[in-house]
């Protein structure tokens, strides 16, 4: 076990609909990562919350967004859901070094989205 | 998109046999990790070598990194059942923001008793 939480595990919902998905971090890390993982795929990166401002954004479109909070949890927001965003969603926590490094990235268990 | 491929897709060996994973990628990087996934979950961070190592061992694994030829290994030695899972190699390159991982598109390991 990593630390880091999400909720929820499994989530169904419609086309043109709306989801939310919650990432609790690490106790210590003050980064969140997103990343979607299609099947049969490697996960890709969604964007990065570092210091509760967005620190770096794959190829996703706006519909696509994100929160963190002061105690470094995060949200995922997708509207408008499309069929494509059927995947599992994956968030991972890490903290920065004293020098600004970044540290390896622990991984939550995952939500899967089912867009029917 | 994907940074790279693993190869092979899939493997499938004997309990007590060597494992060998390859991983390619397309540019420049800070480092490579490699990452277990059991059956849709999350991820589990195996090892991390950094782009001026060339060799690295942790336990039953050998990473190997040639930024030459842009690949990487992973040998896994004497595999055991509980080493059945999907195998990724993730690329760190520094873009300004973040430590961004980018991910290969995996290798598929079943381990038989």
């Known amino acids: 076990e990593t630390g880091v939480t999400q909720s929820p595990t499994h989530l169904i919902k419609t086309r043109g609909q709306q989801v939310t998905l919650r990432c609790s971090s690490q106790s210590g890390h003050n980064t969140v990562s997103w990343y979607q993982q299609a099947l049969g795929q490697g996960p890709q990166f969604i964007f990065q919350?570092?210091?509760?401002?967005?620190?770096g954004r794959g190829n996703f479109p706006p519909r696509f967004s994100g929160l963190q909070f002061p105690n470094y949890s995060s949200e995922l927001n997708v509207n408008a859901l499309e069929l494509d965003d059927s995947a599992l969603y994956l968030c991972a926590s890490s903290a920065t070094g004293g020098s600004g490094r970044w540290n390896e990235q622990f991984f939550g268990p995952g939500t899967r989205l089912t867009v029917l | 998109s994907q940074q790279g491929e693993e190869d092979p897709q899939a493997l499938s060996i004997q309990e007590g046999e060597n494992a060998t994973m390859n991983c390619s990628y397309k540019t420049s990087i800070n480092n490579l990790q490699w990452y277990r996934q059991n059956s849709g979950r999350g991820l589990v961070h195996l090892i991390l070598i950094r782009s001026n190592e060339r060799e690295k061992h942790s336990g039953r694994l050998r990473v190997t990194l040639d930024t030459s030829k842009k690949s990487s290994s992973l040998l896994i030695t004497a595999s055991r059942a509980a080493d059945t899972a999907s195998y990724f190699c993730a690329t760190e390159g520094f873009t300004g923001g973040g430590n961004k991982l980018t991910f290969g598109t995996g290798t598929q390991l079943k381990v038989e008793l």
């Open positions: 919350y570092y210091r509760e401002e967005e620190n």
